[in-house]
C-alpha cells in the first residue's frame, strides 16, 4: 500500500491507497496550525492497524514549519515500516486536483509574496517555480485558472482570469506524473529563510 501526506498549507491531508493505485481511505482537514499535533493522530485513525510499503510526502514550497513536520512524520514512518519513501510538489498535488486543464497555482508566501508555478492539462510543469510578489506574478502566467491559497491576489492583480481557492488534497497523489512524486523527501521552501546566521566580524 502507498501512504501519501502533505502539511504544506493549511490544510492537514493523508491518503492510503491500495496495491491497484485506488484511494481506499482518506483524511482531508484545514486546521491552520496545528500540524504537529493532529497529523500523526489522523494517519493513525485512517490506517486502522495497517502499514504502507511507500510513502509519498509533499515537500513544498508552502509553510516552512508544516512542510518540515510532513517530512519529519514520513521519515519517522518509513523507518518504522521499513518503507520506501519520496517526495512530491505540493503546488503539482494542487494542480492535479484541477487535472484536464491547464492551471496556474499561487499559494501564499511569507512577506506578501506567491508561490507560483503553471502545470499543463496531464498535470507536467509548465513553467518554473517562482516566489514573486503578485503584480510580478501575474505578468509571469498565463493560464486562465488559477487555484490556491494566493489565487485571488494573483487574479486580481492580472485583472482577468478565474480563482479558485484550493488546498492540496493527497488523494489526488498518484494523479501526479511520476516525475513530481519521486522526488527527494527535503524541503523545497523556493525562498531563503526569515532568520540568517551572523557573518563573523
Request: aromatic share 10%; hydrophobic share 60%.
Given at each position: 500500500m502507498i501512504l501519501a501526506l502533505d502539511t504544506s498549507t493549511a490544510a492537514c491531508t493523508a491518503a492510503l491507497f491500495d496495491g491497484s493505485g485506488a484511494c481506499i481511505a482518506r483524511r482531508d482537514e484545514l486546521i491552520g496550525r496545528g500540524h504537529a499535533e493532529r497529523l500523526v493522530p489522523m494517519i493513525a485513525e485512517m490506517l486502522e492497524g495497517r502499514s504502507a510499503d511507500r510513502i509519498i510526502v509533499g515537500v513544498g514550497p508552502g509553510?516552512?514549519?508544516?512542510?518540515?513536520?510532513?517530512?519529519?512524520?514520513?521519515?519517522?514512518?518509513?523507518?518504522?515500516?521499513g518503507a520506501e519513501l519520496a517526495g512530491m510538489s505540493s503546488l503539482a498535488l494542487l494542480a492535479a486536483g484541477a487535472s484536464g486543464t491547464e492551471v496556474a497555482v499561487a499559494v501564499q508566501g511569507g512577506h506578501g509574496e506567491l508561490f507560483v508555478q503553471e502545470f499543463g492539462a496531464s498535470g507536467e510543469q509548465a513553467s518554473d517555480l517562482r516566489n514573486l510578489p503578485p503584480a510580478a506574478a501575474a505578468a509571469e502566467t498565463k493560464a486562465p485558472l488559477v487555484i490556491g491559497s494566493g489565487a485571488s491576489q494573483l487574479v486580481d492583480a492580472r485583472g482577468c482570469g478565474e480563482a479558485r481557492e484550493a488546498w492540496p488534497a493527497a488523494a489526488d497523489a498518484l494523479r501526479l506524473p511520476p516525475q513530481l512524486r519521486n522526488l527527494p523527501p527535503k524541503p523545497v521552501y523556493a525562498r531563503a529563510p526569515d532568520a540568517r546566521a551572523k557573518e563573523a566580524a
Open positions: 509553510s516552512f514549519t508544516g512542510i518540515r513536520v510532513g517530512i519529519a512524520a514520513a521519515h519517522g514512518l518509513a523507518i518504522g515500516w
